[in-house]
Nanobody, 121 residues
Framework: QVQLVESGGGSVQAGGSLRLSCAAS????????MGWFRQVPGKEREGVAS???????RYADSVKGRFTISIDNVENSLYLQMDSLKPEDTAMYYC???????????????WGQGTQVTVSS
């Protein structure tokens, strides 16, 4: 059974940093690609970053140069380092597992419950 549990969200001022974590069980990173998505009420879920173990990471244009996705195979965890945060980064952030390194939500089959990130100006 696949289980994804996010943590690390919170409130931060613009320009600050947060590091999101996703503890994965029932998922092997050699098989699955992993991604981070975000969603604000009334809008579609947006792909932020994705990574496969043997491929390069992909980022949404809005976060390139500010966010870094990484995996730890020993801890079986996914991370998202978020720097230079902006108010428009405010959203619920979700960890996801799928079979493609894409930024499209429908390519991912397993989802966590989300962690809230709030950036104030």
């Amino acid at each position: 059974q696949v289980q994804l549990v996010e943590s690390g969200g919170g409130s931060v001022q613009a320009g600050g940093s947060l590091r999101l974590s996703c503890a994965a069980s029932g998922v092997t990173f050699s098989t699955y690609c992993m991604g981070w998505f975000r969603q604000v009420p009334g809008k579609e879920r947006e792909g932020v970053a994705s990574i496969c173990r043997y491929g390069s990471a992909r980022y949404a244009d809005s976060v390139k140069g500010r966010f870094t996705i990484s995996i730890d195979n020993v801890e079986n965890s996914l991370y998202l380092q978020m720097d230079s945060l902006k108010p428009e980064d405010t959203a619920m952030y979700y960890c996801a597992a799928g079979l493609r390194a894409s930024l499209i939500a429908t390519d991912f089959t397993h989802w966590g419950q989300g962690t809230q990130v709030t950036v104030s100006s």
